[in-house]
């Protein structure tokens, strides 16, 4: 038989991401910034087509060919001087050349290097590109995990800055935000978040909004606004106006912008810092109000909002916010969102349990309004009460708890004293001897039961037929 050709393992794998170690999707970590706010669309990018064999070694072999390009692009000679926008479009083409070979690394190294000669020549757009796609490598690289979000963070950051250069605000914004997410990459979805990160995360929320708009900037837990301003007098009118025609400059009225900050308030709300959350839905609902167009979500924001306050355990506010904000739409007034407030805040200022069950039952007269709401709304709806601040429900059972059933099936068991059946038809009428020898024996019959319970008093009545009360 033919031995096989040599070019037989020339070929072509498909992997998702640019390394072969791409770490296994754990629901119960955070991902990236990229797998949260890019969603469906971040995942058919990292699909990518892998060389191996011989068209590996070429491919490498270029890549390294415009990597000394890049390197002679800038290095100043006798009569020639160094061409920056050359050598970032060398380092470009060496990066691509690592991509298609799975070195993420390689290709990481070679991104940053082309963004930052394309910021020194004021190219910001294809800077910004780079900065990102190299900080989506990090995400899945084999470095530490303390260096990842380092790193992640920082390419992030630089991205934001050439957007913000350039002059887009949404852009940039939604930069700031992956670069806060960047911070807590790989942490438990359930654990609280620390300083640091929350702090960042909520800089980021005022980059699409800022805080003079923004009904909900008291319930900000750190930092203060960059539209404060420390030496100026609080009670005077006209700084706060400079301040509030600053901020109608800078909100972020892009298409979608708002559904970034609904997803940081829902990310917030699964770890369970519903203060900040409520800021981050504040800062939405503030843009959907600034873009004028939106009716059915700004419905479902408002109701987001008095979903949040009453699982905080503050039905005043939330009662206030719906008459004196929501109401005042009159495209909220016929909405399927608006009536599922409504009973809510009802249920909750009486105290009623049962109106509360039948408002968020999944049977009930609002399901509709409930299925639209955020996964993590929909289940915080579940856990508000009537009276007090939302909690997540223990698994386990208290021991109190436990003692009825044990008490029941002692009392169904078999070795417990029989019981006689409870006959339908009346009974005859009894004399009075067989009365009493009846009471007795029903007696005799609970005290044997209370025994079994571990509630018998025998020695207590003893011990108490020993004190002399003369």
């Known amino acids: 038989a033919p031995r096989p050709s040599p070019r037989n393992n020339v070929g072509i794998r498909s992997t998702l991401g640019s390394t072969s170690n791409t770490p296994v999707n754990d629901p119960q970590i955070t991902p990236g910034p990229s797998a949260i706010f890019g969603g469906k669309i971040a995942s058919r990018n990292r699909m990518v087509s ?43 083409r060496a990066a691509d050349a690592y991509k298609a070979c799975g070195e993420n690394r390689l290709e990481r190294l070679h991104r940053i290097a082309s963004g930052d000669l394309q910021m020194g020549q004021d190219a910001y757009a294809t800077a910004a590109a780079e900065y990102t796609r190299a900080a989506e490598l990090a995400e899945i690289s084999d470095e530490t995990l ?33 670069a806060a997410f960047g911070l807590i990459m790989g942490q438990d979805l359930t654990a609280a978040i620390d300083k640091k990160a929350l702090t960042r995360i909520e800089e980021s929320i005022e980059t699409f909004v800022p805080d ?21 007098d609080p009670n005077d009118q006209s700084a706060q106006r400079n301040a509030l025609e600053l901020a109608k400059q800078n909100i972020v009225t892009d298409s979608y912008a708002h559904e970034t900050l609904f997803q940081i308030g829902a990310e917030l ?9 409520l800021y981050a839905l504040g800062a939405g609902t503030a843009s959907l109000e600034a873009e004028g167009f939106a009716t059915v979500s700004l419905s479902r924001a408002y109701v987001s909002e008095t979903v949040l306050t009453l699982a905080m355990g503050d039905t005043v506010a939330a009662s206030q916010d ?5 109401l005042q739409r009159t495209s909220y007034l016929s909405s399927r969102e608006c009536a599922l407030g409504e009973d809510l805040i009802r249920a909750c200022d009486a105290m009623d349990l049962d109106a509360l069950d ?29 009276s007090g601040r939302a909690k997540k429900e223990k698994k386990n059972v208290d021991v109190v ?16 004293a029989p019981t006689k059946p409870v006959l339908s038809s009346p009974k005859a009428e009894l004399s009075s001897d067989e009365l009493l ?4 024996a029903s007696f005799e019959e609970m005290d044997d039961i209370m025994n079994q319970m571990g509630l018998g008093d025998d020695e207590e009545e003893d011990d108490d037929d020993d004190i002399d009360l003369t």
Not at 59 to 78: F, H, P, S, V, W
Not at 269 to 277: K, W
């Open 146 to 178: 303390p260096r990842k979000r380092q790193e992640c963070h920082k390419l992030h950051s630089d991205a934001a800055t050439a957007w913000a250069n350039m002059g887009e605000k949404g852009r940039s914004a939604e930069s700031t935000v992956k």
């Open 437 to 440: 020898k009846e009471t007795a």
């Open 269 to 277: 709300i699964r770890r369970r810092h519903y203060e900040s959350a």
């Open 401 to 416: 708890s436990k003692k009825p059933a044990k008490t029941a099936s002692a009392i169904a068991s078999p070795a417990a």
């Open 322 to 326: 719906f008459q004196r904000v929501h």
């Open 212 to 232: 003079p708009l923004n009904r909900k900037r008291d319930y900000r837990r750190n930092g203060i606004s960059a539209y404060d301003d420390p030496n100026a």
């Open 358 to 386: 039948e408002a968020r039952s999944k049977t009930g007269p609002h399901r509709a309004a409930l299925a639209n709401l955020e996964p993590a709304l929909r289940g915080l709806v579940m856990e508000i009460r009537v």
């Open 50 to 92: 892998i060389l191996n064999g011989q068209a590996k070694i070429d491919k490498m072999a270029e890549a390294e060919d415009n990597r000394l390009k890049a390197k002679q692009a800038m290095t100043r000679g006798i009569f020639s001087k160094p061409d920056p926008i050359s050598a970032a479009n060398f380092y470009k």
